[in-house]
């Protein structure tokens, strides 16, 4: 798998199929560009389909510092340069959205289009930090193994979760997770948690923008989303069904419908 190194440091992505305009898949916390697999697949006969990993994540590299939104956007910016893939269509999901939404603010002229699940504005609640904290902690001294329960009720919704038809891509998730570096995770959960909020800068976005939400988000709730879609004009918002934090593994379907959509209609 192709690697390219990004303001000093290197950085994994794939790049499949061919089409005039790119997608550029931007993973949450905790995840890889591997969140993807369906939109990819579903996507990548009429585009060019990038998904890279953050630094601390997946097969990228695990730096010292630079885990801050602001570092990361800088990242992104120039992987979209770096790759030759500007005016790009930018699907972030969490964490990947906190990028997008700051590169539609601060450099438009890189994107085509902007798509936000399951993100929010704000700093990270108060009423979060020493849940998370103390879950952080645990992962980096002790393993992911000793926190993955808690964090797979955070990550994806009840109907995902009780499925029975799910168990098994249920355990491959959560051998994922278990499987993060847990020096570069630990890391770039604090960046998360320390970062600032955005709502101020996100009037400045003309891109046009897509928001979704899963409905049963526990991690950034469908409010979030609604207080986004107020803040950038003309952008829409769509609520998934039977999804939470995770939707593009949750509701591949659903999503994917959402995307096409969206983009077909610029």
Not at 53 to 65: K, L, P, V
Request: with cysteine; aromatic share 8%.
């Amino acid at each position: 798998m192709p690697k390219i190194q990004i303001n000093g440091v290197n950085l994994h992505y794939t790049d499949e199929g061919a089409g005039t305009e790119t997608i550029l898949f931007a993973h949450s916390l905790l995840w890889s560009g591997q969140m993807f697999e369906a939109q990819i697949d579903a996507f990548k006969d009429r585009y060019r389909c990038i998904a890279f990993d953050f630094r601390g994540h997946g097969q990228s590299e695990i730096t010292q510092d630079g885990y801050d939104m602001d570092t990361l956007y800088r990242d992104a910016a120039a992987l979209i340069e770096a790759l030759g893939c500007a005016p790009c269509h930018f699907v972030g999901l969490s964490l990947g959205s906190f990028i997008g939404m700051r590169l539609a603010a601060r450099r438009p002229e890189l994107l085509r289009s902007l798509t936000l699940l399951g993100t929010s504005v704000d700093p990270e609640p108060a009423e979060n930090v020493p849940r998370y904290s103390r879950l952080n902690f645990v992962a980096r001294w002790f393993g992911l193994r000793f926190v993955a329960t808690p964090v797979m009720q955070i990550m994806f919704g009840q109907t995902f979760l009780t499925d029975p038809n799910r168990v098994a891509q249920r355990e491959t998730w959560r051998k994922r997770l278990i499987a993060n570096n847990r020096i570069g995770i630990t890391r770039a959960v604090k960046g998360v948690m320390d970062r600032q909020g955005v709502y101020d800068e996100i009037s400045k976005i003309t891109t046009p923008t897509l928001i979704m939400v899963g409905e049963e988000d526990v991690a950034t709730v469908p409010a979030k989303a609604e207080r986004i879609q107020t803040r950038i004009v003309g952008s829409r918002l769509v609520k998934i069904p039977r999804a939470g934090h995770s939707s593009t593994i949750e509701e591949p379907e659903a999503v994917n419908t959402a995307i096409k959509s969206f983009i077909s209609s610029l």
